[in-house]
C-alpha cells in the first residue's frame, strides 16, 4: 500500500550524498535510511518518498544482504537486488548490474543504484559501467571520470576493475 502524506514531508528529502552519474538517468547514493548504528527507518520511508515523487523507475541494491528491500514495493518503488559489493566473486554479477543498467536506461528508466555508502567501492562499480557501456573508451579518462563523481582519487581495486572491466563481455 503506498502512502501519501501532507505538508512539507510530502515530497519526503532527498537521499545523502545523491550524486549523478548520467545526468537526470543514472544516480548513485548512500543507503536509504543510512547504514548500520546510523540507520533510522523514518529516514529511509523519507527517502523513498522523495525517489517516488522524483520519479525514479529503479533503485539497485548493490550491497550483499538483501537489507529492507520490501519497503520499496510497500512504498511503489521497483527495487532491484544485484549484490555486486561485499561478494567474494563479482564478474558475474556485475555482468548481470551492468546488463540490466543498460536495459532499463534504454526504455528511458530514470535509476538510482546504492551501497551504504557513495565509497571507493560503488564509484568503481558506476565506473565500470561508464566504461563497460563505451561510454567512455579510455580507462584512464574513465577512472578521472570516475574520481571526480566521487570527489576524490579512487582506491586500487576500483582502479582495477575499471582498468579490466572490458574483459567481462
Known amino acids: 500500500m503506498t502512502t501519501r502524506l501532507r505538508g512539507k514531508w510530502a515530497l519526503g528529502i ?4 545523491l550524486t549523478w552519474v548520467i545526468g537526470d538517468r ?3 547514493c548512500e543507503r536509504p535510511g543510512g547504514c548500520g ?3 533510522r527507518r523514518v529516514r529511509r520511508q523519507e527517502e523513498i518518498i522523495w525517489l517516488r ?3 525514479f523507475t529503479c533503485v539497485v541494491s548493490v550491497l550483499a544482504a538483501p537489507h529492507n528491500l ?3 514495493d510497500e512504498m511503489g518503488v ?3 537486488h544485484r549484490p555486486v559489493i561485499g561478494v567474494e566473486e563479482n564478474d558475474e554479477p556485475l555482468v548481470q548490474l551492468y546488463t540490466d543498467l543498460r536495459e532499463m536506461l534504454r526504455a528511458g528508466s530514470r535509476i ?5 555508502e557513495v565509497g571507493d567501492e560503488l564509484i568503481g562499480v ?6 563497460w557501456e563505451g561510454l567512455v573508451e579510455d580507462p584512464v579518462e574513465t577512472i578521472m571520470i570516475a574520481e571526480r563523481i566521487g570527489g576524490r582519487q579512487l582506491d586500487p581495486a576500483s582502479r582495477e576493475l575499471i582498468l579490466r572491466v572490458h574483459e567481462l563481455r
Open 26 to 28: 543514472l544516480a548513485i
Open 37 to 39: 548504528t546510523n540507520h
Open 14 to 17: 532527498a537521499p545523502r550524498n
Open 126 to 131: 558506476v565506473g565500470g559501467y561508464i566504461r
Open 78 to 80: 521497483q527495487c532491484l
Open 112 to 116: 538510482l543504484v546504492h551501497a551504504d
Open 70 to 72: 520490501h519497503n520499496y
Open 53 to 55: 515523487e522524483n520519479h
